[in-house]
């Protein structure tokens, strides 16, 4: 079955680091560039990382509101792609998706939520 | 950055009816890279149109998008119950930012 799978949200303080990962099946998972969207109770989709396959060297993208703080990486030979977040803030909090690109967003998983508190 | 401006924020029809919804971006889009998504609650959004008017796998024909350069439609001929959702319009290739969304709702 073609799909990606998240996994690793949860409850963590603020200023701790948390990491989410993807995990995908059923395609070429190596040669596609991989994206991350999170949505905060409520509010609407907010992009926050991408990275491009080996072709292009691993590139990687972020937003300004999580530049510094967020990493992107993947694992080709795990067909995985994952999120490091560090020094999370209360604003943080929200549902975390991955997606596949395909030029455009055509392949989303349901999501893992990670909430920011003490 | 490409900035998305989506009108209006919520839409209130019937069932039945012709939805409307708009996205303006800040500076023209490339090759018409536009995307528009459904999203219903507690779940991921759904790829409904790319290439600002071209629908993906299985999504109805009752489901339009139009549109170029900086000016972009998704039109709902006939609203079906199950359409009453949130949309997302999303450039892609160059810029990956979300317009703020359009709430349809059930009148």
């Known amino acids: 079955e073609v799909q990606v799978v998240e996994s690793g949200g949860g409850l963590v303080q603020p200023g701790g680091s948390l990491k989410l990962s993807c995990a995908a099946s059923?395609?070429?998972?190596?040669?596609?560039?991989m994206h991350w969207v999170r949505q905060a109770s409520g509010k609407g989709l907010e992009w926050i990382a991408r990275?491009?396959?080996?072709?292009?060297?691993?590139?990687?993208e972020y937003p300004a509101s999580v530049k510094d703080r967020f990493t992107v990486s993947r694992d080709d030979s795990k067909n995985t792609v994952y999120l490091q977040m560090n020094n999370l803030k209360t604003e943080d909090t929200a549902v975390y998706y991955c997606?596949?690109?395909?030029?455009?967003?055509?392949?989303w998983g349901r999501g893992t939520r990670v909430t920011v508190s003490s | 950055e490409i900035v998305l401006t989506q009108s209006p924020a919520t839409l209130s029809l019937f069932p039945g009816e012709r939805a409307t919804l708009s996205c303006w971006a800040s500076?023209?889009?490339?090759?018409?890279?536009l995307t528009w998504f459904q999203q219903k609650p507690g779940q991921a959004p759904r790829l409904l149109i790319y290439?600002?008017?071209r629908r993906a796998t299985g999504i109805p024909d009752r489901f339009s998008g139009s549109g170029s350069g900086a000016d972009f439609t998704l039109t709902i001929s006939r609203l079906e119950p199950e359409d009453f959702a949130v949309y997302y319009c999303?450039?892609?290739?160059?810029?990956?930012?979300f317009g703020q969304g359009t709430k349809v709702e059930m009148k």
């Open positions: 059923g395609f070429a998972f190596s040669e596609l560039t």
């Open positions: 290439g600002a008017s």
């Open positions: 990275i491009r396959d080996k072709a292009y060297g691993y590139a990687t």
């Open positions: 999303q450039p892609y290739g160059t810029s990956w930012t």
């Open positions: 997606a596949r690109e395909a030029f455009y967003l055509d392949l």
């Open positions: 500076q023209p889009i490339s090759n018409n890279f």
